[in-house]
């Protein structure tokens, strides 16, 4: 069954899911860790990737991290989402162990491509989901290459319409609007699956 876009099946305990996708409807379960509510469609969205913890007894959903990193570490694997970015720059934020929840790397146009890139708003967008490295902690900042195939976006929603986008012959496609959008796409790009998920306990159950 299908209420406002939201699918009121059975939801599957340690389902991976993505910042802003809806859980749930807010008279089903109630806000845990790790979600939103979404006032306007009275849905529980997801705050970040994780995967899904449903407690029945409780009528609570909640999502937990993956891969909290508890310290930045130069060359680490990171998943994480684009919060905000300009020409030049795009932070991205990630899960970790620490009480706050989160930490937020840098990623500067120079380490996106062995070749010159011109803007940050052809490499990824507000929203994006983003597999990174960390290359560097210098002068107390988390700095962040996605230079290689393996890493770039990894998810995309149409900055149209917010549907996901596909990849369709090397470009991402938004099959609502019929238009093409401009990243750097990462291998495995739509496969949002735990292999990139690099810290190997948070596999357990799958
Ligand atoms: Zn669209």
Known sequence: MEVDGVNVRKEKDGRLVIPGEPLSVIEEFMPGPGTYVDEK???VKAEYVGRLHIDLKERRIAVKPVAPLRIPQVGRIVVGQVVSMDDKYAMIRFPSGKFTGFFTGVLNISMVSRRFVKSMFDVCRVGDIVRAQIVSLANGFCHLSIIGRHLGVIYANC?????????KGGSLYCPRCMRVERRKVALGYGKFRGEFIEDSHTRKGR
């Open 41 to 43: 469609r009275g849905q």
């Open 159 to 167: 900055t149209q319409c917010g549907k996901p986008l596909e990849l």
